[in-house]
């Protein structure tokens, strides 16, 4: 059973509000992971971090932003939300120094913006 | 770049039945193969993996997945299906020669029916 916990689980909120999407895991994992998934479609990786005041932008272009102040939490931040960022948005974490290693993945937040 | 394709957006099984669910990769160097599972209104579940050795992989709740290098394809397998297993799929694949990050096929979506 994954230690890897996110929330909301779901979320609506009006256009323009800022909003925080939440990740912790309690595995000790150095990798994490954000990525957007819309209903039954691939997932597209939007931000990832190797450690510790380490992110990165993934493949997908988003308006996002990512922090990495301690090692079990990983939050996502939309500054002013917009319908086109109606998604589900998956958080996942992975051992370190093993790229053959599997991810672990959060329930996910549903976040729909009116 | 690393790839890959799931040819089929949607694959019908009666229950008792075998499954096949397709993937096939495009790497540059050698690859890891994964699948994942992902039941409605959860996150994604990992079945099992390719690293290197024996092309047959063995993974969880009975899956099996087969790698062939010749045709680039690591198609996911099983028996006798159940109407538990009604589920969406994805394959991944990372490039032991591309960095950390983990590409996902578009999903399949698994109909296990009596």
């Known amino acids: 059973e994954a230690d890897i916990y996110q929330t909301p689980r779901y979320l609506v909120i009006g256009t323009g509000k800022k909003i925080t999407l939440e990740c912790s895991q309690t595995?000790?994992?150095?990798?994490m992971y954000w990525y957007q998934q819309d209903p039954g479609m691939e997932l597209h990786l939007i931000h990832y971090?190797?450690?510790?005041?380490?992110?990165e932008k993934g493949d997908l272009s988003s308006e996002s932003t990512v922090s990495r102040i301690r090692t079990e939490h990983f939050p996502l931040t939309l500054e002013s939300a917009r319908p086109s960022h109606t998604s589900q948005y998956l958080c996942?974490?992975?051992?370190?120094?093993?790229?053959?290693?599997?991810?672990?993945f959060g329930s996910g937040t549903q976040l729909s913006v009116l | 770049a690393q790839s890959v394709a799931q040819p089929e957006d949607q694959v019908n099984v009666a229950e008792g039945n075998p499954l096949t669910v397709k993937c096939t990769y495009s790497?540059?160097?050698?690859?890891?193969l994964f699948w994942y599972v992902q039941y409605p209104n959860r996150g994604l579940q990992f079945l099992l993996k390719?690293?290197?050795?024996?092309?047959l992989v063995k993974g969880s709740y009975g899956f099996e997945a087969e790698f062939n290098k010749s045709q680039t394809s690591f198609h996911l397998k099983k028996p006798s299906a159940l109407v538990s297993d009604s589920a969406l799929y994805f394959c991944?694949?990372?490039?032991?020669?591309?960095?950390?990050?983990?590409?996902f096929g578009t999903g399949t979506q698994l109909k296990v029916e009596l």
């Open positions: 996942a974490s992975s051992e370190p120094d093993r790229a053959n290693e599997k991810l672990f």
């Open positions: 595995m000790g994992h150095d990798k």
């Open positions: 971090s190797y450690g510790v005041n380490s992110t």
């Open positions: 790497v540059s160097g050698n690859p890891y």
């Open positions: 390719y690293i290197t050795g024996d092309n």
């Open positions: 991944a694949v990372r490039d032991t020669g591309g960095g950390n990050k983990l590409t």
